[in-house]
């Protein structure tokens, strides 16, 4: 949705008409999409939306995986499993740098750090649905994992609250 605002697209309109294969797209994972998203989210109209899409998502035949600073709080919080993953701001910001310059993007370390600060005040602060973990998510602070380290970390919860 952020890609589509982006070029141009009112943003209740594109939240109202996103479809699971808008997922797809190879342009969701940009700085700019980002902030995009982060900022069109704080609208209520459009929040109103999305929850209804990422509802229905995560209803979808086989079950589904989502990711996003209020799912375990507002779209799905009668989710069997709730991961609430962090990790220092200077750490996600060196990770997004990394993920930035691996494509070939222009980033400078400190304007990416700030930009990451900005997005987690703004979601931490904002009225509908902040970022803030379920009382019920299992936290796991990746600043000190590997990915692999990570993901096993997660795959452990999950198989101890499915078994």
């Known amino acids: 949705m952020g890609a589509q605002v982006l ?70 919080p009668s989710a069997e499993v709730k991961l609430f993953v962090t990790a220092s701001a200077q750490i996600r910001a060196d990770r997004r740098y990394q993920e930035l310059k691996a494509k070939g993007a222009e980033a400078d370390p400190d304007a990416v750090l700030a930009e990451v600060k900005a997005r987690d005040a703004r979601d931490m602060g904002r009225a509908d649905a902040p970022l803030i973990a379920a009382d019920d998510a299992v936290t796991i602070d990746t600043s000190d994992l590997s990915i692999d380290a990570a993901v096993a970390a997660a795959i452990a919860v999950v198989a101890g609250k499915t078994a």
Not at 45 to 65: E, H, I, N, T, W
């Open 7 to 76: 070029a141009g697209r009112d943003a209740e309109d594109a939240a109202r008409s996103l479809r699971p294969e808008d997922l797809e797209s190879g342009d969701l994972r940009t700085q700019a999409v980002a902030e995009a998203a982060s900022k069109v989210a704080a609208i209520p109209a459009v929040r109103a939306a999305l929850v209804d899409f990422q509802r229905a998502f995560a209803r979808r035949a086989g079950g589904a995986v989502l990711d996003g600073r209020d799912i375990g709080t507002v779209i799905c």
